[in-house]
């Protein structure tokens, strides 16, 4: 009945995919102090789910926030983000994308 789905656990930057149904896709991400994701555009409604160190966001034209381990973060469609590791620490976080992007009606 269930399906098992594994991700890695490293120390040096990495992002995977993890799920990518028809309902939702995961992504798992690792930034190590000074790494960032390209700036981009939401393309479905997002979560981020902060398991470890501290995200340093950006939304919009706004300066920016830190979130720290813990914290579930949720970013609308269509809007404009920086996502960088906000410490010298590692970051870990899951990306939650519902509906996946591939169905996203806007």
Sequence with gaps: METLYKFQNSSVK??????DDDFSAINHVILSAGDSLPEHYSNSN?????VQGTMALRMGEDKGKSYE???IIYIPYNIKMNVANGSSAILEFFIVKAPNPKNYKA
């Design 14 to 19: 990495l992002i995977e995919k993890i799920v």
């Design 46 to 50: 997002t979560y981020f789910i902060i």
């Design 69 to 71: 381990k813990g914290s």
